[in-house]
């Protein structure tokens, strides 16, 4: 690709470890790196900007987790990787929302990622169950349950932000959040 | 209510590893004692990782959205949209297949050009008519030593020597002799020597394309052959027959024996056949025959840059070259598709027999 990819391309070993140590820089360079050819690749199938911005992070998404469970091994380039994993999610979105996915521009060599992916539905299929759990519980269960869970706030924290009188307030609230978050989130 | 309560506090401690060993241990038992805490625990692990999940999930979210930000999307989708010439678009999406069938050419090219080049026979014709002159040179000085007074005569006279020699044979029993045109190509005088003696020719007829002229014996001394023993070839021989030459490299005759290794000469050349015997200068135009005593060709030259690649005229073109002679001046013509007298003899008889037909043509060019 012609495309300005070239800038300061991160070696893909870079990548590798830079996610393992959760580096914020070594993430952004992966993003900015590899976005133009998703979004070629989006734009010439149908597709929009932020159709490409979703399927995307997604991608990164599903690259980041098999960094982060340790079976990602450097076989292939990892620009071939993301490109399947883009191609195949962009494919599939295109057939749910059933535009025709015949004639394919192909950029790029495929990579069969069949695996990858259905373990990434899994684990998207229980992060959308948390969300939604979360958005039903309401407030301020939900915000005291991110603040906790999420931000990594401290219960002295949150007993301040909420105004609570003290601390052991605080926790049997947010005792009795977790619990229904809990009957919410294995109910769906 | 307030028991459950502390209990999910103590089941989120104890999965943190907040609690004391000794609650541990106690927290162990009461788990190990009472299923419902045990499927509490185990369901507020697999909350717990999918919480973490999430909240992993949603920070890096959170980072590729500012990550985004730095993006200039829109300048992006107006370089990369799909463009509007079908070739640019063709050209994008199928870059590497067109690279890959252009180096594809290339390949094809070279290599193609390479084999054209090897088909090409590499060495190139040498005409195997013998520079006497040097030749003569190098053995006079053997010569010499010998006999000093004889070269000293030949010295006082040297343009007496011979420039060129080759060979030729008898192809009539009157003194009509073939030999090569490349041999006599720009000659003043020809004489031409057998065990017999040595005569004066004229050459009364060329044929620079197949390389062939023929000769006439204009001598007194010269009295006529007996019949010819050997017979010219009708057909076409075929490859790997065995086939002999006889020929003058040097003073005395020399047999030389081979087989027919192709049925063209250089680079294709339909006129001739590739020989394997092993010649010198001084062999062209001499006989090429096969076992049984019929000429198929005469020796014109070889290849210099392979060994054992020797070329000879078909024999079809010296009944063509004889054809264009007055028949009636040739009397005991050689025959043509007959059985010859050489027949079913041994090599040695054979050449025996026929060494009185085959001549040393000496070239004088006083130039």
């Given amino acids: 690709m012609s495309i300005k990819i070239s800038s300061s391309l991160p070696t893909?070993?870079?990548?590798?470890?830079?996610?393992l140590n959760d580096s914020v820089e070594a993430l952004n360079k992966l993003y900015v790196s590899y976005f133009p050819m998703v979004l070629q690749f989006i734009l010439n199938n149908n597709g929009d900007e932020d159709d490409a911005k979703d399927v995307y992070q997604e991608t990164i998404i599903v690259l980041y987790n098999k960094i982060k469970s340790g079976s990602f091994e450097l076989s292939s380039k990892l620009k071939t990787y993301i490109y399947s994993v883009s191609r195949r999610i962009w494919l599939k979105k295109l057939a749910q929302h059933s535009k025709k996915t015949s004639n394919i521009a192909d950029f790029e060599d495929v990579l069969i990622v069949e695996e990858d992916?259905?373990?990434?539905?899994?684990?998207?299929?229980?992060?959308?169950?948390?969300?939604?759990?979360?958005?039903?519980?309401?407030?301020?269960?939900?915000t005291i349950i991110e603040d906790f869970y999420i931000n990594n706030q401290s219960m002295q924290d949150i007993c301040e932000k909420f105004g609570y009188t003290n601390a052991d307030n605080a926790k049997t609230q947010k005792y009795k959040c977790l619990q229904r978050l809990k009957k919410l989130f294995f109910q769906l | 209510m307030r028991q459950d309560?502390?209990?999910?506090?103590?089941?989120?401690?104890?999965?943190?590893?907040?609690?004391?060993?000794?609650?541990?241990?106690?927290?162990?038992?009461?788990?190990?004692?009472?299923p419902i805490v045990d499927h509490k625990v185990v369901a507020h692990k697999v909350f717990l990782e999918s919480m973490a999940q999430y909240a992993n999930i949603v920070k890096l979210k959170e980072q590729m959205d500012a990550a985004h930000a730095h993006i200039d999307v829109a300048s992006l989708t107006?370089?990369?949209?799909?463009?509007?010439?079908?070739?640019?678009?063709l050209w994008r999406s199928n870059r590497s297949a067109v690279a890959i069938a252009a180096s594809f050419i290339l390949l094809a090219m070279v290599s193609l050009y390479s084999i054209q080049?090897?088909?090409?026979?590499?060495?190139?014709?040498e005409a195997m008519s013998q520079d006497m002159a040097q030749i003569k040179r190098s053995q006079s000085g053997l010569i010499r030593d010998i006999k000093s007074i004889k070269t000293d005569n030949k010295g006082a006279k040297g343009e007496n020597r011979p420039r060129f020699g080759g060979s030729g044979f008898a192809i009539s029993g009157n003194g009509y002799i073939v030999t090569n045109y490349h041999v006599v190509r720009g000659a003043d005088s020809i004489h031409v020597q057998n065990g017999k003696g040595s005569y004066k020719v004229q050459s009364v007829y060329t044929d620079p394309v197949n390389d062939i002229a023929i000769l006439k014996i204009n001598d007194k001394a010269f009295e006529n052959l007996a019949s010819l023993p050997?017979?010219?070839?009708?057909?076409?021989?075929?490859?790997?027959?065995?086939?002999?030459t006889l020929g003058f490299p040097k003073d005395d005759i020399?047999?030389?024996?081979?087989?027919v290794s192709s049925k063209n000469g250089?680079?294709?050349?339909?006129?001739?056949?590739?020989?394997?015997?092993?010649?010198?200068?001084?062999?062209?135009?001499?006989?090429?025959l096969d076992n049984s005593g019929n000429i198929v060709g005469i020796i014109n030259g070889k290849e210099n840059k392979t060994d054992g690649a020797t070329f000879a005229v078909k024999s079809k073109y010296i009944m063509e070259a004889l054809n264009a002679i007055p028949q009636d001046s040739l009397s005991k013509r050689v025959s043509y598709g007959k059985k010859s007298l050489l027949r079913g003899l041994k090599r040695n008889k054979q050449v025996e027999k026929m060494q009185d037909y085959v001549f040393m043509i000496k070239v004088y060019n006083n130039n």
Wanted: hydrophobic share 35%.
């Fill in chain 2, 78 to 89: 107006e370089e990369l949209k799909p463009h509007p010439s079908k070739l640019v678009r």
């Fill in chain 2, 5 to 34: 309560l502390e209990l999910e506090a103590i089941i989120e401690d104890y999965l943190n590893g907040k609690l004391t060993p000794e609650e541990h241990a106690a927290f162990e038992q009461l788990r190990n004692n009472d």
């Fill in chain 2, 117 to 125: 080049n090897n088909n090409k026979q590499a060495g190139t014709f």
């Fill in chain 2, 266 to 288: 250089i680079n294709g050349d339909t006129l001739a056949y590739q020989v394997a015997i092993p010649v010198n200068p001084g062999n062209s135009g001499g006989p090429l």
């Fill in chain 1, 12 to 19: 893909d070993r870079e990548v590798v470890l830079g996610i």
């Fill in chain 2, 230 to 244: 050997y017979t010219i070839k009708k057909g076409a021989s075929s490859l790997g027959e065995s086939v002999f």
């Fill in chain 2, 254 to 259: 020399v047999l030389g024996d081979g087989y």
């Fill in chain 1, 117 to 142: 992916m259905e373990q990434h539905e899994q684990k998207d299929m229980q992060f959308d169950k948390m969300k939604e759990a979360l958005e039903s519980l309401g407030e301020p269960c939900k």
